[in-house]
């Protein structure tokens, strides 16, 4: 059975720092492209970074870039999202995703998601 559970979600202030985790079961992470994605409130799902399988090419949104930063840990087989410098505008819900294959397209629709964890950026 496949199973991707977020963790490390919270609140924290403007300008703080968290580490959300996705701890993956019923698959490699290392074979597929994995994803962080949110959903802010009121808005719709916006793709933060991914990092394909394999060699491990990363990306990010421009809105995250310099900020966060995606890893993962195959020996563990989870995924990490470091955020940094968190703004207002970063409260959401956070997901990881599975792509269908090793390399990201973002015309695919996932495979897999995550249940969700919720981070509030509040003062």
């Known amino acids: 059975e496949v199973q991707l559970m977020e963790s490390g979600g919270g609140d924290v202030q403007p300008g703080g720092s968290l580490l959300l985790s996705c701890a993956v079961s019923g698959f490699t992470i290392n074979n597929y492209a994995m994803s962080w994605v949110r959903r802010a409130p009121g808005k719709g799902l916006e793709w933060l970074s991914n990092?394909?399988?394999?060699?491990?090419?990363?990306n990010y949104a421009d809105s995250v870039k310099g900020r966060f930063t995606i890893s993962r840990d195959n020996a563990k087989n989870t995924l990490y999202l470091h955020m940094n410098s968190l703004k207002f505008e970063d409260t959401a819900v956070y997901y990881c995703?599975?792509?269908?294959?090793?390399?990201?397209?973002?015309?695919?629709?996932?495979?897999?998601w995550g249940q969700g964890t919720q981070v509030t950026v509040s003062s």
């Open positions: 995703a599975r792509s269908r294959r090793a390399d990201y397209n973002p015309k695919e629709e996932y495979e897999y």
């Open positions: 990092i394909n399988g394999g060699e491990g090419t990363i």
